[in-house]
């Protein structure tokens, strides 16, 4: 046989046996990626009436063969966010699919083509769309009523203890919650400047326009008015979002949370929150709550505002290949965890004479 004919057949053998390895390891690779992502609970579409609007959402029933189970409704936080988180929701409901409990949740107004737009809504807006969702939900033969509770991150902790004011609600989970919200802006505005090595004529001047806008925002100020003072550049601010603003600025949730007075409550703070001051927001937890012995605090070191581990979130490549290859290990050590736990803790303490 000629040697140029060998060499060339030698050569296809390496191609073939290339291409057949590298769609080996893809498919090793695809399989791999979908069953991380896969988890031990049923997902259904559902929408909701409430007063005269549609609540496009998706509850997450385990597949434990029971007919019966508690529910944890979903509050979100600030931002545009769909019913799933983006996916991200879904290790947590896993985690209360173990503990027996369903999970709730829905897209926001004008989300994912809800109808609406969550920029129209005060805190108490959001209130009542959860209670109507919970109303629904005590409707369902397959939940338990009396085992509904809450789980809200971050700016839902100003709705968690309305909703609980307007309908019985057997405990909460608040995630990173603030206390007050112009408090909560001047310390995310500060820990942003030391996290970026800011110079003092940079935070004397970020400060006085933080203070030019609380004015505005005191004195009922309009967009236009905002843009004015401001010189014209909006600075990614839109005429809905400050409309949004200029409703809640006030809210405060220091004298609400008496709503949540001898409910169970776990509140997880993070280490590296430098969007809430998890000090003021564990003080003032204690402070309200402390004496109907219902309060249970969660500190988690490595994790930042969203309870995701710092060393991911700092980088997008590592936050993608995480929740392609491990999604449950964005999180906190512990968190999803703890909120199992704390879910389990309470069933036995309403079973317990």
């Known amino acids: ?14 191609v073939v046996w ?3 390895t590298a769609l080996v390891v893809a498919a090793c690779l695809v399989g791999v990626v979908l069953w991380q992502n896969s988890y031990d ?4 579409r559902v929408t909701i009436r409430h007063g005269g609007h549609t609540l496009h959402g998706v509850l997450a029933i385990p597949k434990d063969g029971r007919k019966h189970h508690g529910l944890v409704v979903y509050v979100h936080g600030d931002g545009p966010t769909d019913a799933t988180h983006g996916d991200g929701y879904q290790p947590m409901w ?3 699919a173990k503990a027996g409990y369903a999970s709730l949740s829905w897209h926001k107004p004008g989300v994912a083509g809800a109808p609406g737009n969550w920029l129209d809504q005060s805190m108490d807006d959001r209130a009542d769309e959860a209670a109507a969702a919970i109303a629904w939900a005590r409707a369902r033969p397959d939940i338990d009523g009396d085992r509904i509770g809450l ?3 971050s700016q839902a902790g100003w709705v968690l203890p309305k909703i609980a004011a307007k309908t019985p609600v057997a405990f909460a989970i608040g995630v990173s919650p603030a206390i007050n919200w112009l408090q909560q802006g001047r310390y995310n505005l500060l820990a942003e400047l030391r996290a970026d090595g800011a110079s003092a004529a940079r935070t004397k001047a970020e400060v006085a326009r933080s203070d030019t806008i609380r004015r505005l925002l005191g004195r009922q100020a309009t967009f236009d ?3 004015r003072a401001m010189g014209g550049d909006a600075d990614g601010m839109t005429a809905d979002r400050w409309g949004f603003i200029s409703k809640n600025h006030t809210a405060d949730v220091t004298r609400d949370l008496r709503a949540l007075h001898g409910i169970p409550v776990l509140l997880a703070l993070a280490g590296h929150d430098i969007n809430v001051d998890v000090a003021d ?3 003032t937890y204690h402070k309200v709550l402390d004496t109907g ?3 249970t605090v969660r500190h988690y070191p490595d994790a930042s505002h969203s309870l995701l581990k710092q060393s991911i979130e700092q980088s997008d490549l590592k936050i993608t290949f995480t929740a392609l290859f491990s999604p449950r290990s964005l999180f906190a050590d512990g968190f999803l965890d703890g909120q199992r736990q704390f879910l389990k803790e309470v069933d036995r303490a309403r079973t317990t004479p």
């Open 41 to 44: 609970m049923e997902e259904q």
């Open 18 to 20: 290339s291409l057949v």
């Open 94 to 96: 896993e985690a209360n």
């Open 151 to 153: 789980w809200g991150a």
């Open 1 to 14: 046989m000629c040697p140029k004919s060998q060499s060339r057949r030698r050569g296809l053998r390496v």
């Open 293 to 295: 012995g219902a309060l």
């Open 281 to 283: 927001t564990e003080r």
């Open 225 to 227: 008015e905002y843009l």
